[in-house]
Every structure is written in C-alpha cells, then in structure tokens.
DNA sequence: GTCTATACCTCGATAGAC
DNA sequence: GTCTATCGAGGTATAGAC
C-alpha cells in the first residue's frame, strides 16, 4: 500500500490550500490547473484522482477558504470582543495584502458573480451562516444591520484590494472600522 | 475615402459598449475578442485598427463605464435630490442585473485587484473622483464618510450579483439604502 | 496516487487582400 | 477600416505506465 489514506487527504489539503490561495489572487480563469498543482508539489495528471474538474475545485476551495479565513472565527456562540477583534483584522492591509487565509466572500466577490450555479449556491451558503452568526449577536439591532455590516466589510475589502494607491487603501479601511464600530 | 472619421468613431464607441457590457458581465479573462467584435458587428481582425491590445481595451471600457454608468449622474454640482437619485438607482435589482450601465466600480472590483499597473491606475482614479464629489455634499460629514458609504454601496452591488437568491440579493440592497440614507 | 505524454481546443495577435 | 486566414502559445482533460 505505497500511499496511504492520510496522503491522499495531506495532497488533498495542500491542493485546496494553494487553490484557495491563488483563486483569491489571480480569479478563476487566469489560474491554470498546473500552477495549482505546482504550488501544492504535485504534477498536473495527479490533479484529476482528487477532483472531478476545475469547477469543482473552485467550489470546495470557497468552502476551504470560508473554514480558514477570518470569518471563520465566527464560531456559533461568539461574543463582542470576538466580534470586534474579526473587524480588526479583517478591515487591514494585511489582509488586502493577502497575507493571511483570505475571506472568499471578499475576494471572490465579481468572480464568483459570473459563475454557475453550483458556485454561486456555495458563495451564497457561505454568506448566510456569516449574515446569520452576525445578526445573532445582542449587540445587533436586526437583519438590516447584519446585511449592511456585511457588504460595507466586504466592500471595503474588495475595493482596498483594487486601488493602486496604499494610503487610499489604508484611509478607506480606517473609515469602514470607524463606521462599522460605530454600529456595534 | 470608403470610411469616414465619424465612421471609424462609431465603430470605437460600439466596440467600448460591447466590452462594458461582457467585461461586466464575464470578467477580463472569460471574455474573448471575437465576443466583443461579434457583438460590436465587426470581425476580430478589425480590432486591432482600435485598440492596441486587450489590455488597453479594458483600460478604456473602464472610463467608458464610469461615463455612462450610475455614477456618471454625479456632475461636479451635485445636489442633495441629485444624490438620493443616484442611491436609489444604485442599490437596485436593475442595476445588480446589469439592465442598464453598470458602474465599474462595483462589476469590475475583483477583477482589477489582479490586473497590472495602468488598469489599477485608471481604477483607482475613477474611484477617487467619485469619493471626491460625495465628499463635496454639504450632508456628508467628512472624508471617512465618502469612503465608508462607497465601500457600502458597491459592496452590496458586489455581493448581491454573487448570490443565487433573488429575495436575500433585494433584503440586502434595502438594508443598504436604508443605511446609506441615514447617513445623508 | 502520482507521474509523463499527448489529444484537442481556444485565444491573442499578425499578415495581407480589398 | 475591415475582412479572411493563420501562427504560436497555452489551456483542460485523458491515457497509460509505475
């Protein structure tokens, strides 16, 4: 038995791992199946013995991403200074820079946008339970306030990332924490 | 001279129409030449005679877009009813369906994040004139404003073409007109 | 499970006729 | 300026050996 079954799930990992890594980076079209399996020490034919098709690996890596990210401390019973902690590092240039498990709701937003419906089922799960888990909180007033907390986060992100223009990037961040901290 | 000057200029504008409405719709990577010139009614090769290269051509959909987009609406003597009218049409199905312009801002912000210098650029500056003007309205407070409220109103648009759930994409939009209204 | 090799396809860009 | 034709690069997916 030269490979055994926690190898497979190590390669499985890795590759999920460096999906997650360069889809949020680079989009889906412009990642090609060899650089993933470059960047996880594989080789490109072993790709298809883990995943059925690119399509599938994008969305497991949505769901790895949102496991990893910074969302993902959103347990079901957080609490304020969890909350505000989540604000913190996800409204920061390190993780615009991508320098952490980035949040897939943020950067994947436009990508995911022109997608199938698999993709866009998974992107959408994905921010329900995020939406739910906000809005749970003793501190939010209602739905209204989960939604809009959530889009001016991911927004923000979004928009940091596309500027060329780090101190704009950094100001804009800045203004979306005082805004959202205002609101907790 | 089989072709005129307003003949050639025509041609430009509906090649850039074309490339708004699918670079919109399908991001840079997923959107070929032949896509766009078909939909322009005209052949690949002629492209070529227009723009230097796709690059090039997505660089100038973007200011197209921001001149016939939502945002356009915002002159440089904007008023108060002026700017209502503009959130309402922004956070709107219509708009998130791509109906009519839409604004590059909020279609196309994941997939500047990974283009090169020159499209950034020109990102980043159609950006900044928007902050600009919002920031200009005697209801806005303060600079931090313009940027939170911009990042809320094309993360919502952003988030809500990404989700496969038509009531949960409108709740979001109304959660964000409601909180952008209650900050002008 | 992972590797090498390859079939098949599509795209960006160019060449040359009109 | 616009057309047809084509080159060359690079992609997904599969086949078959180990």
Known sequence: MPYSK????NSRRRILDSAVKLFSAQGY???TLDQVMQ????TRGAFYAHFKS???LYKD???HAASNGP???LSDKIDQPALTELIRKYLDMSHVRQEGSPCPLAFLATDVA???GEIRETYTQVYKDIVDKVGALP???DTDSALAISALMIGGVAVARALNDDELSRDLLKSCRKFVEAFI
């Open 61 to 63: 890596a949505i769901l």
């Open 71 to 73: 969302v993902a401390t």
């Open 39 to 42: 960047d996880a020490d594989l």
């Open 114 to 116: 022109k997608q199938e």
């Open 6 to 9: 926690t190898h497979k799930e």
């Open 29 to 31: 079209d412009a990642v």
């Open 139 to 141: 501190t939010i007033k």
């Open 54 to 56: 690119k399509q599938v």
